[in-house]
Protein backbone atom coordinates (compact mmCIF):
# COMPACT_ATOMS: atom_id res chain seq x y z
CA UNK A 1 0.00 0.00 0.00
CA UNK A 2 1.59 3.55 -1.09
CA UNK A 3 1.94 5.60 1.68
CA UNK A 4 1.13 9.57 2.00
CA UNK A 5 5.08 10.35 1.07
CA UNK A 6 5.03 8.11 -1.47
CA UNK A 7 1.92 9.32 -3.28
CA UNK A 8 3.91 12.77 -2.98
CA UNK A 9 7.09 11.88 -4.70
CA UNK A 10 4.91 10.05 -6.91
CA UNK A 11 3.17 13.37 -8.13
CA UNK A 12 6.61 14.50 -8.65
CA UNK A 13 7.96 12.01 -10.87
CA UNK A 14 4.97 12.18 -12.73
CA UNK A 15 4.65 15.88 -12.93
CA UNK A 16 7.74 17.56 -12.01
CA UNK A 17 8.56 19.84 -9.52
CA UNK A 18 5.24 21.55 -7.80
CA UNK A 19 5.18 25.57 -7.67
CA UNK A 20 4.96 25.46 -3.59
CA UNK A 21 5.90 22.45 -1.57
CA UNK A 22 6.27 22.29 2.05
CA UNK A 23 5.34 19.83 4.85
CA UNK A 24 1.71 17.90 3.63
CA UNK A 25 1.23 20.04 1.06
CA UNK A 26 2.35 20.26 -2.94
CA UNK A 27 0.81 22.52 -5.46
CA UNK A 28 1.62 21.79 -9.38
CA UNK A 29 0.49 24.83 -11.63
CA UNK A 30 -1.22 23.39 -15.07
CA UNK A 31 -4.33 22.42 -16.34
CA UNK A 32 -6.15 19.89 -14.03
CA UNK A 33 -6.78 17.36 -16.21
CA UNK A 34 -3.57 16.96 -18.33
CA UNK A 35 -2.21 16.62 -14.71
CA UNK A 36 -4.93 14.35 -13.49
CA UNK A 37 -4.04 12.05 -16.35
CA UNK A 38 -0.65 11.49 -15.86
CA UNK A 39 -1.23 9.80 -12.29
CA UNK A 40 -2.30 6.33 -11.35
CA UNK A 41 -5.18 5.21 -9.88
CA UNK A 42 -6.93 5.18 -6.46
CA UNK A 43 -4.50 6.99 -4.30
CA UNK A 44 -6.63 10.25 -3.26
CA UNK A 45 -8.91 10.04 -0.02
CA UNK A 46 -11.05 12.74 -0.28
CA UNK A 47 -11.43 15.37 -3.51
CA UNK A 48 -12.87 18.45 -2.69
CA UNK A 49 -13.26 21.33 -5.26
CA UNK A 50 -15.31 24.31 -6.80
CA UNK A 51 -14.95 24.50 -10.56
CA UNK A 52 -15.35 27.49 -12.84
CA UNK A 53 -19.12 27.74 -13.00
CA UNK A 54 -18.86 29.05 -17.23
CA UNK A 55 -20.48 32.30 -15.79
CA UNK A 56 -18.02 34.88 -17.35
CA UNK A 57 -15.30 35.41 -14.46
CA UNK A 58 -11.96 36.93 -15.20
CA UNK A 59 -10.62 32.91 -14.33
CA UNK A 60 -12.91 31.38 -17.22
CA UNK A 61 -13.01 30.64 -20.61
CA UNK A 62 -16.76 31.14 -22.08
CA UNK A 63 -18.13 27.68 -23.67
CA UNK A 64 -21.38 26.40 -24.66
CA UNK A 65 -23.78 24.79 -22.13
CA UNK A 66 -22.95 21.37 -24.10
CA UNK A 67 -19.09 22.11 -24.00
CA UNK A 68 -18.57 22.80 -20.32
CA UNK A 69 -21.10 19.55 -19.40
CA UNK A 70 -18.79 17.17 -21.30
CA UNK A 71 -15.55 19.50 -19.93
CA UNK A 72 -17.05 18.55 -16.58
CA UNK A 73 -17.85 14.74 -17.64
CA UNK A 74 -14.15 14.64 -18.11
CA UNK A 75 -12.11 16.14 -15.32
CA UNK A 76 -15.17 13.93 -12.85
CA UNK A 77 -13.95 10.96 -13.99
CA UNK A 78 -10.33 11.21 -13.38
CA UNK A 79 -11.15 12.24 -10.05
CA UNK A 80 -13.11 9.14 -9.69
CA UNK A 81 -9.92 6.75 -11.13
CA UNK A 82 -7.58 8.76 -8.96
CA UNK A 83 -10.21 8.32 -6.02
CA UNK A 84 -9.56 5.05 -3.17
CA UNK A 85 -11.69 2.69 -3.09
CA UNK A 86 -13.70 3.84 0.09
CA UNK A 87 -13.00 7.31 -1.53
CA UNK A 88 -15.01 10.50 -1.14
CA UNK A 89 -15.87 13.48 -3.52
CA UNK A 90 -17.11 16.86 -2.57
CA UNK A 91 -18.32 19.12 -5.57
CA UNK A 92 -19.36 22.83 -4.84
CA UNK A 93 -21.36 23.91 -7.34
CA UNK A 94 -23.92 27.25 -8.48
CA UNK A 95 -26.28 28.22 -11.02
CA UNK A 96 -26.03 29.40 -14.62
CA UNK A 97 -28.33 30.44 -17.51
CA UNK A 98 -29.18 28.14 -20.17
CA UNK A 99 -30.53 29.44 -23.24
CA UNK A 100 -33.95 29.22 -24.01
CA UNK A 101 -34.60 26.96 -21.18
CA UNK A 102 -34.07 28.77 -17.63
CA UNK A 103 -32.22 31.59 -15.44
CA UNK A 104 -30.57 29.89 -12.75
CA UNK A 105 -30.31 26.22 -13.71
CA UNK A 106 -28.08 23.99 -10.83
CA UNK A 107 -25.46 23.09 -12.51
CA UNK A 108 -26.13 19.58 -11.01
CA UNK A 109 -28.91 19.32 -13.47
CA UNK A 110 -26.36 18.92 -16.22
CA UNK A 111 -23.79 16.75 -14.27
CA UNK A 112 -26.45 14.26 -13.50
CA UNK A 113 -25.82 11.19 -15.63
CA UNK A 114 -22.17 12.34 -16.05
CA UNK A 115 -20.68 11.71 -12.78
CA UNK A 116 -19.31 7.81 -12.02
CA UNK A 117 -19.43 8.39 -8.39
CA UNK A 118 -23.03 7.36 -5.92
CA UNK A 119 -24.42 10.66 -4.67
CA UNK A 120 -25.34 10.38 -1.07
CA UNK A 121 -26.80 13.52 -0.59
CA UNK A 122 -27.27 17.17 -1.73
CA UNK A 123 -26.36 20.22 1.05
CA UNK A 124 -28.02 23.11 0.83
CA UNK A 125 -25.37 25.90 2.13
CA UNK A 126 -26.91 28.86 3.10
CA UNK A 127 -25.35 32.13 3.51
CA UNK A 128 -26.69 35.73 4.46
CA UNK A 129 -24.83 38.25 2.02
CA UNK A 130 -25.12 38.41 -1.75
CA UNK A 131 -26.99 40.28 -4.33
CA UNK A 132 -30.04 41.79 -4.47
CA UNK A 133 -32.60 41.36 -6.91
CA UNK A 134 -35.50 42.66 -8.22
CA UNK A 135 -36.80 40.92 -10.73
CA UNK A 136 -36.37 37.14 -9.23
CA UNK A 137 -35.72 36.29 -5.21
CA UNK A 138 -31.93 37.12 -4.31
CA UNK A 139 -29.75 33.70 -4.77
CA UNK A 140 -28.64 33.03 -1.23
CA UNK A 141 -27.53 29.13 -1.56
CA UNK A 142 -25.20 27.09 -3.27
CA UNK A 143 -24.80 23.74 -3.28
CA UNK A 144 -22.42 20.55 -1.92
CA UNK A 145 -22.77 17.52 -3.59
CA UNK A 146 -21.52 14.56 -1.76
CA UNK A 147 -20.49 11.72 -3.81
CA UNK A 148 -18.45 8.53 -1.93
CA UNK A 149 -16.91 5.73 -4.98
CA UNK A 150 -18.48 2.45 -2.56
CA UNK A 151 -22.29 3.62 -1.30
CA UNK A 152 -21.31 0.99 2.27
CA UNK A 153 -17.61 1.50 2.60
CA UNK A 154 -16.44 5.37 2.93
CA UNK A 155 -15.74 7.40 5.72
CA UNK A 156 -18.49 9.39 7.96
CA UNK A 157 -17.38 10.60 10.88
CA UNK A 158 -20.64 12.40 12.29
CA UNK A 159 -19.13 12.82 15.72
CA UNK A 160 -16.72 14.95 14.08
CA UNK A 161 -19.05 17.34 12.77
CA UNK A 162 -21.71 17.49 15.99
CA UNK A 163 -23.66 20.69 16.33
CA UNK A 164 -23.30 21.49 19.75
CA UNK A 165 -25.58 24.52 19.86
CA UNK A 166 -28.36 21.83 21.40
CA UNK A 167 -31.96 23.72 22.74
CA UNK A 168 -32.74 21.27 25.36
CA UNK A 169 -29.34 19.62 26.13
CA UNK A 170 -30.63 17.75 29.49
CA UNK A 171 -33.78 16.37 28.21
CA UNK A 172 -34.51 12.63 29.03
CA UNK A 173 -36.07 9.75 27.58
CA UNK A 174 -37.25 6.93 29.78
CA UNK A 175 -34.02 8.21 32.18
CA UNK A 176 -31.59 8.13 28.52
CA UNK A 177 -30.29 11.45 27.49
CA UNK A 178 -32.53 12.49 24.18
CA UNK A 179 -29.88 13.92 22.35
CA UNK A 180 -26.08 13.00 21.74
CA UNK A 181 -23.91 14.67 24.34
CA UNK A 182 -21.79 15.51 21.27
CA UNK A 183 -24.44 17.49 20.04
CA UNK A 184 -27.06 17.35 16.71
CA UNK A 185 -27.09 16.17 13.25
CA UNK A 186 -25.87 19.14 11.49
CA UNK A 187 -28.47 18.16 8.73
CA UNK A 188 -28.48 19.04 5.02
CA UNK A 189 -28.74 22.65 5.03
CA UNK A 190 -25.38 24.43 6.32
CA UNK A 191 -25.77 28.22 7.29
CA UNK A 192 -21.80 29.85 6.86
CA UNK A 193 -21.57 33.20 5.70
CA UNK A 194 -19.77 33.63 2.29
CA UNK A 195 -16.49 34.99 2.03
CA UNK A 196 -17.07 38.83 2.13
CA UNK A 197 -14.87 41.45 0.53
CA UNK A 198 -15.26 45.49 0.86
CA UNK A 199 -14.03 48.38 2.89
CA UNK A 200 -15.09 47.30 6.60
CA UNK A 201 -16.68 43.91 5.65
CA UNK A 202 -13.89 42.25 4.50
CA UNK A 203 -13.60 38.86 5.87
CA UNK A 204 -10.33 37.91 7.74
CA UNK A 205 -9.41 35.59 5.93
CA UNK A 206 -10.34 37.46 2.43
CA UNK A 207 -7.49 36.71 -0.64
CA UNK A 208 -7.53 38.81 -3.88
CA UNK A 209 -8.82 35.61 -5.49
CA UNK A 210 -12.30 36.54 -6.71
CA UNK A 211 -14.28 33.17 -6.00
CA UNK A 212 -12.63 31.87 -2.31
CA UNK A 213 -14.90 29.38 -0.48
CA UNK A 214 -14.71 29.67 3.27
CA UNK A 215 -13.03 27.76 5.67
CA UNK A 216 -15.64 26.42 7.82
CA UNK A 217 -17.69 24.63 4.80
CA UNK A 218 -14.45 22.97 4.06
CA UNK A 219 -13.37 22.26 7.45
CA UNK A 220 -16.71 20.49 8.04
CA UNK A 221 -16.20 18.31 5.33
CA UNK A 222 -12.80 17.40 5.63
CA UNK A 223 -13.72 16.79 9.56
CA UNK A 224 -16.77 14.13 8.13
CA UNK A 225 -14.86 12.60 5.21
CA UNK A 226 -11.55 12.06 5.95
CA UNK A 227 -8.83 11.20 8.71
CA UNK A 228 -5.80 12.83 10.16
CA UNK A 229 -3.21 11.69 7.88
CA UNK A 230 -5.12 11.05 4.55
CA UNK A 231 -4.36 12.82 1.32
CA UNK A 232 -6.91 15.08 -0.28
CA UNK A 233 -6.61 16.71 -3.66
CA UNK A 234 -8.56 19.94 -4.95
CA UNK A 235 -8.21 20.18 -8.72
CA UNK A 236 -9.28 23.99 -8.99
CA UNK A 237 -7.30 25.17 -6.09
CA UNK A 238 -7.83 28.54 -6.57
CA UNK A 239 -6.57 30.92 -3.43
CA UNK A 240 -5.65 27.37 -1.13
CA UNK A 241 -8.71 26.95 1.11
CA UNK A 242 -8.91 23.45 0.91
CA UNK A 243 -5.19 23.44 1.52
CA UNK A 244 -5.23 25.53 4.81
CA UNK A 245 -8.40 23.74 5.80
CA UNK A 246 -6.61 20.13 5.30
CA UNK A 247 -3.29 21.47 7.10
CA UNK A 248 -5.37 22.86 10.10
CA UNK A 249 -6.84 19.37 10.42
CA UNK A 250 -3.36 17.11 10.19
CA UNK A 251 -4.33 16.36 6.59
CA UNK A 252 -2.07 16.05 3.41
CA UNK A 253 -3.01 18.08 0.38
CA UNK A 254 -2.59 18.21 -3.43
CA UNK A 255 -3.53 21.09 -5.48
CA UNK A 256 -3.60 21.83 -9.25
CA UNK A 257 -4.14 25.76 -10.19
CA UNK A 258 -4.36 27.27 -13.72
CA UNK A 259 -3.73 30.45 -13.16
CA UNK A 260 0.09 31.57 -11.80
CA UNK A 261 -1.16 34.87 -9.69
CA UNK A 262 -3.53 32.22 -7.82
CA UNK A 263 -0.73 29.68 -7.35
CA UNK A 264 0.97 32.47 -5.89
CA UNK A 265 -2.06 33.68 -3.76
CA UNK A 266 -2.62 30.05 -2.22
CA UNK A 267 1.21 29.83 -1.87
CA UNK A 268 1.38 33.20 0.29
CA UNK A 269 -2.01 32.02 2.39
CA UNK A 270 -0.34 28.79 3.57
CA UNK A 271 3.24 30.18 4.41
CA UNK A 272 1.53 32.84 6.26
CA UNK A 273 -0.56 29.37 8.03
CA UNK A 274 3.08 27.69 9.08
CA UNK A 275 4.55 31.39 10.02
CA UNK A 276 1.23 31.46 12.45
CA UNK A 277 1.56 28.00 13.74
CA UNK A 278 5.30 28.57 14.08
CA UNK A 279 4.25 31.76 16.08
CA UNK A 280 1.93 29.77 18.67
CA UNK A 281 3.87 26.89 19.19
CA UNK A 282 6.58 28.95 20.17
CA UNK A 283 4.80 31.80 22.50
CA UNK A 284 3.03 28.08 24.52
CA UNK A 285 6.59 27.06 24.73
CA UNK A 286 7.48 30.08 26.27
CA UNK A 287 4.79 29.98 28.51
CA UNK A 288 5.03 26.60 29.67
CA UNK A 289 8.73 27.21 30.47
CA UNK A 290 8.01 30.16 32.68
C1 LIG B 1 -14.04 28.69 -8.26
S1 LIG B 1 -12.35 28.91 -8.30
C2 LIG B 1 -11.80 27.96 -6.92
C3 LIG B 1 -11.67 28.79 -5.69
C4 LIG B 1 -11.23 28.00 -4.48
N1 LIG B 1 -12.23 27.04 -4.06
C5 LIG B 1 -10.90 28.94 -3.31
O1 LIG B 1 -11.47 28.79 -2.21
O2 LIG B 1 -10.10 29.83 -3.51
C6 LIG B 1 -11.84 27.93 -9.65
C7 LIG B 1 -10.34 27.95 -9.90
O3 LIG B 1 -10.03 27.01 -10.92
C8 LIG B 1 -8.93 27.51 -11.69
N2 LIG B 1 -8.94 26.78 -12.97
C9 LIG B 1 -9.73 27.02 -14.05
N3 LIG B 1 -9.49 26.09 -15.02
C10 LIG B 1 -8.55 25.26 -14.53
C11 LIG B 1 -7.91 24.08 -15.02
N4 LIG B 1 -8.20 23.61 -16.24
N5 LIG B 1 -6.98 23.47 -14.24
C12 LIG B 1 -6.67 23.96 -13.01
N6 LIG B 1 -7.24 25.06 -12.49
C13 LIG B 1 -8.18 25.70 -13.21
C14 LIG B 1 -9.22 29.00 -11.77
O4 LIG B 1 -8.06 29.73 -12.09
C15 LIG B 1 -9.79 29.30 -10.36
O5 LIG B 1 -8.78 29.72 -9.49
Redesign the pocket.
Known amino acids: MLTQTDIFSLCRSALGSPSYEAEGVAIFK????E?MRELPSEIINLTI?????NIG?E??QKMSVAQYANWCES?IKEIHRLAKNDGTFWL?LGYFEVPEKGRAIPISYLLWDKVPFYLMQEIVWNYGAGVACKSMFSPRNEKFLWYVKDMVSHCFNLDEVRDPDVKYPNQKKNGKLKCNPLGKNPTDVWQFPK?TSGRDRSSDER?P?P???PIAV?DRIIKCSSNEGDVIL?????????AEAALRNGRKVIG????SN?VEI?SYRIENYFQTKRFITTQTELALSI
Not at 30 to 33: A, E, Q, T
Not at 49 to 53: C, E, K, M, R
Not at 234 to 242: N, Q, Y
Open positions: GDCLMTSPPYKYEWNVTHAQFIDPFIGSGTTFEINYA
